[in-house]
């Protein structure tokens, strides 16, 4: 039986990008925009006020994260006019949703007593499973997840409340079509619609430390800051936003997902001492393929030409130290609250690995929650829409050198060595 699934591919412009003629004029207007564009925090802050009518950000602890990354962004990240552009628009969102969470919880204190309790979190680098597990879990509708236009815009507007429709929905999916027509092989990568869970690093960078920031371009500056920055008060505002949406739209077991909580263990411990965190595991040298690979093919979204060596020189250092945390923090994590996911323990059968889970959790595997993860699959088969072959010799790496360095994390969690190259 002849297979319908596309053949692989190889980004072969990841350095000079090109770009459908359909995106073009977009990417024109975004340029034209952008050429008189600075981002600095006065700036970004007047842009929120008006687009809300609010003025209350609430706690200022964010203004110095957030002049670190402006400076960061403009003497490091090289964005082209069209990213400042839609830099400038990120940012001007993130602090338009701090002014509407705000609002709410200056409207309605009584938020503040709702409780966050049993958190399922998920913390595993990209590319080794996280997001299929994500969504296999969030399929099950007793627990409460992130859709990604939730967490692109947390809080509605008051002028569009009462209309009927949310058009929160709608923005998101004219913004992923303007990615998927940019970008046509990202969704091979990393598939993304309005209603697919989402991690909660958007939410984190409501409050302007959260690792999505680095995703942008290498900027030495914020990661060093970062780093060295105590996250525990953001965790917590982290799981203040986390109240604001269920009190908004209910849910009382939140399943969350982020990369960078394996480096973050004992703030996510301290703000979540309940949680059940279910780690991911994968080969550290595939992994460090596909992001270096992914985060180049993102790159051509705010850069005129992209550098994939120097991107691939930056992740493969910042994924070192991230696994190297993760070795030396993981007997943070109690056992009796967490479990270790073999990636492809977790591809040979994935519901047999979320019974595993559900069980380390407390959380019931009923008739109905099977049957709709079986749903879920059928609906979702993976890689249906294609895979992207990755090299790390375009990222300026070389195989035999990263295996040698990342052996201290093989070793330690037994992952399977995979193959990579062209």
Not at 18 to 32: C, D, G, H, N, T
Request: aromatic share 8%.
């Amino acid at each position: 039986m002849t297979s319908t699934r596309p053949a692989p591919v190889t980004i072969e412009d990841l350095a000079d990008p090109q770009f459908p003629a359909e995106s073009v004029p977009i990417r024109e207007a975004m340029a034209e925009m952008g050429a008189s564009i600075v981002i600095e925090p006065n700036a970004l802050r007047e842009a929120a006020a008006a687009q809300t009518g609010l003025d209350d950000f609430g706690d200022r602890s964010y203004e110095e994260r957030l002049e670190v990354l402006c400076k960061a962004l403009r003497d490091e990240a090289g964005l082209s006019a069209a990213g400042r552009t839609t830099t400038f628009t990120q940012l001007t969102q993130l602090l338009a949703n701090r002014l509407l969470i705000q609002d709410v919880l200056n409207k309605h204190p009584e938020i503040h007593d709702e409780r966050i309790e049993r958190p399922i979190v998920i913390a595993g680098q990209p590319r080794t499973g996280t997001t299929h597990l994500h969504n296999l879990m969030s399929s099950d509708t007793s627990l409460r997840s992130l859709p990604y236009w939730e967490s692109n815009e947390p809080v509605l507007r008051e002028s569009e409340r009462g209309l009927g429709v949310d058009p929160r929905r709608e923005r998101t999916a004219l913004g992923l079509d303007v990615i998927n027509t940019a970008m046509p092989y990202f969704k091979r990568m990393h598939e993304m619609t309005p209603d697919h869970v989402h991690e909660e690093i958007h939410l984190l960078a409501i409050d302007f430390s959260s690792m999505v920031f680095e995703t942008m371009a290498p900027m030495p500056t914020w990661r060093d800051y970062y780093r060295s920055t105590d996250q525990t008060p953001v965790y917590g505002y982290l799981k203040t936003v986390l109240k604001v949406l269920q009190w908004l739209r209910g849910g009382t077991r939140w399943l969350l997902k982020s990369p960078q909580h394996l480096e973050q263990f004992g703030p996510l411990l301290k703000t979540f001492p309940d949680a059940t965190i279910v780690i991911t595991h994968r080969d550290p040298v595939a992994i460090t393929a596909s992001t270096g690979t992914m985060l180049s093919y993102l790159s051509r979204l705010s850069h005129e030409r992209v550098d994939p060596v120097r991107i691939g020189r930056y992740w493969a250092a910042r994924l070192e130290e991230m696994f190297r945390a993760c070795v030396d923090e993981r007997d943070l994590v109690p056992e009796s609250q967490s479990i270790d996911v073999l990636f492809h323990e977790f591809m040979a059968d994935d519901v047999a690995m979320v019974e595993r889970v559900y069980e380390i959790a407390g959380q019931p595997m009923t008739a109905d929650v099977r049957a709709s993860m079986d749903e879920f699959m059928r609906a979702n088969p993976r890689g249906r829409h294609g895979t992207v072959r990755y090299d790390l010799e375009v990222l300026g790496l070389d195989t035999s050198e990263r295996r040698s360095a990342l052996a201290f994390y093989s070793d330690r969690f037994g992952v399977r060595e995979e193959k990579t190259g062209g």
